[in-house]
């Protein structure tokens, strides 16, 4: 699959670039933090997944969890008694968790990419395991090499394999990381 990261490179490399300016972390080694993040968060993406928790009963995917909107407190409507432009006047957000968490994992695994100096443009040899559980393992097992650009390459293409065996199109991919992005950009200068 032809796959052209350059766009999200950019954004991230924004992003990446506002928080250490705004953190004061100019010439520190952050890949080993952000090797531990996206282990973090991909732990966070197993979690909302679920297909791992033999243990329970209630094994689907948060894929479509409604949320009560914050900006109408779930009424609906604005004090000036119109929709609420965020619901659009339901009261609830619905929200897909396995993707908002599979977009984190994503954030670090361009920040990485970023770090490490990876091709920003490749054409991906999608890699699947058989399972989504033998998949997550892959990653989880495999995270913590990819500080060369093969390495990287290999992680990124069991990512992408990831997102199409959890069914997402890479075009839903790109359009949730811009959300989250834009969500990250204003978490910073909020104080986040």
């Not at 080993?32 to 297909?51: C, S």
């Not at 100096?117 to 395991?129: G, M, N």
């Amino acid at each position: 699959m032809a796959i052209n990261l350059q766009p999200l490179f950019e954004k991230q490399r924004q992003l990446d670039e506002y928080i250490v300016k705004a953190k004061g972390l100019e010439g520190q080694d952050l890949l080993p933090n952000k090797i531990l993040a996206l282990q973090v968060e991909m732990g966070e993406l197993a979690n909302e997944w679920r297909g791992f928790k033999h243990w329970s009963d209630d094994r689907e995917p948060r894929t479509a969890v409604e949320y009560e909107c914050g900006n109408c407190d779930g009424s609906g409507m604005m004090i000036s008694e119109s929709d609420c432009g965020v619901c659009n006047g339901e009261g609830y957000i619905v929200k897909n968790r396995v993707l908002e968490e599979y977009v984190d994992c994503l954030h670090f695994i361009l920040s990485i990419g970023l770090d490490i100096q990876a091709r920003s443009k490749l054409e991906f040899t999608t890699q699947k395991e058989p399972t989504v559980l033998n998949q997550m393992l892959t990653l989880f097992q495999q995270s913590h090499h990819c500080y060369v650009d093969y390495q990287w390459q290999w992680l990124m293409s069991h990512f992408v394999g990831l997102g199409e065996m959890l069914g997402f199109t890479w075009e839903q991919i790109e359009q949730a990381y811009n959300a989250k992005w834009q969500e990250n950009i204003r978490r910073q200068q909020t104080g986040y």
